[in-house]
T-cell receptor
Framework: NAGVTQTPKFQVLKTGQSMTLQCAQD?????MSWYRQDPGMGLRLIHY???????DQGEVPNGYNVSRSTTEDFPLRLLSAAPSQTSVYFC??????????????FGEGSWLTVV | RKEVEQDPGPFNVPEGATVAFNCTYS??????FFWYRQDCRKEPKLLMS???SGNEDGRFTAQLNRASQYISLLIRDSKLSDSATYLC??????????????FGKGTKLSVKP
């Protein structure tokens, strides 16, 4: 039972480089989301999706793109990395339409450093 | 005002102590409330949901006061393994938020021998 799988776990980028953080879930969850976590800031929502073909912005979307071509995958793209994007990124999923957080599943996190 | 606010701590307590964490939320339309636990360099994991009538799970008791927009978590008989950051989480369904989870910044607990 894989749950939510994020890759890579660690990545160092140079300013201006692009990269994609991958997220996949095997639970047929409609809702998927990306958070970033910075010291003293808590988890902040970047983008989310309530189903294939549907994405929307969260609290801090600037500098990030997402797509949802399948139910299983929700990649997060950094088009031109900046040092301010140094953070820990978490992908999460849950069934949509249920206001119940006890079914949200997080990936193990991706540690990104932009130099 | 931040939607969900918590005392950042750290709370340094001896084993066996009772410790209480508080959390306030700003949106009265908030509908669901939770406490998550996050260990260092790990993902958040659900500790317990919070119900209006209050609920208990072993040494952990959660309470909700909708009138004051206040949530609490009480840990009795603290164990070394309780050392972690505790996140207050709120779901508010309004506008296009689609029931997104809003996290507080977390309260760090360190239980010492």
């Amino acid at each position: 039972n894989a749950g939510v799988t994020q890759t890579p776990k660690f990545q160092v980028l140079k300013t201006g480089q692009s990269m994609t953080l991958q997220c996949a879930q095997d639970m047929n969850h409609e809702y998927m989301s990306w958070y970033r976590q910075d010291p003293g800031m808590g988890l902040r929502l970047i983008h989310y999706s309530v189903g294939a073909g549907i994405t929307d912005q969260g609290e801090v979307p600037n500098g990030y793109n997402v797509s949802r071509s399948t139910t299983e995958d929700f990649p997060l793209r950094l088009l031109s990395a900046a040092p301010s994007q140094t953070s820990v990124y978490f992908c999460a999923s849950r069934p949509h339409g249920r206001a119940s957080g006890n079914t949200i599943y997080f990936g193990e996190g991706s540690w990104l450093t932009v130099v | 005002r931040k939607e969900v606010e918590q005392d950042p701590g750290p709370f340094n307590v001896p084993e066996g102590a009772t410790v209480a964490f508080n959390c306030t939320y700003s949106n009265s339309a908030s509908q669901s409330f939770f406490w998550y636990r996050q260990d260092c360099r790990k993902e958040p994991k659900l500790l317990m949901s919070v119900y209006s009538s209050g609920n208990e799970d072993g040494r952990f008791t959660a309470q909700l006061n909708r009138a004051s927009q206040y949530i609490s978590l009480l840990i009795r008989d603290s164990k070394l393994s309780d050392s972690a950051t505790y996140l207050c989480v709120v779901i508010t369904n309004y506008g296009g938020s689609q029931g997104n989870l809003i996290f507080g910044k977390g309260t760090k607990l360190s239980v010492k021998p």
